[in-house]
């Protein structure tokens, strides 16, 4: 299983329906601001939840078919993880 943390260098602000992300070792790019069901996203990424959970946590939320959120959430995982925000965290 793969549970997703944040980047040890990523500082944030949550806030309701928003979040601020700033990489600290990589000043020289802008802050990343997400919304709406994107900072839902980010808000569950704890370093406990994997994918699974976190779409099951949307699927309730928006009251919408895993087949729909699923591939949308991955993507946005992976994206988040190319830009060096998250890690996933593989359990040996």
Not at 37 to 54: C, F, K, L, P, Y
């Amino acid at each position: 299983m793969t549970v997703w943390r944040r980047g040890a260098s990523v500082a944030y602000v949550d806030r309701e329906g928003r979040s601020a992300l700033l990489d600290l070792d990589h000043l020289d790019h802008p802050p990343f601001v997400l919304e709406g069901s994107a900072a839902e996203i980010w808000q569950r990424i704890d370093g406990v939840r994997d994918h699974t959970a976190i779409v099951a946590e949307l699927v309730d939320l928006y009251a919408e078919e895993e087949a729909v959120i699923g591939p949308s959430v991955h993507a946005f995982l992976e994206d988040l993880a190319s830009r060096g925000l998250i890690e996933g965290v593989t359990d040996a």
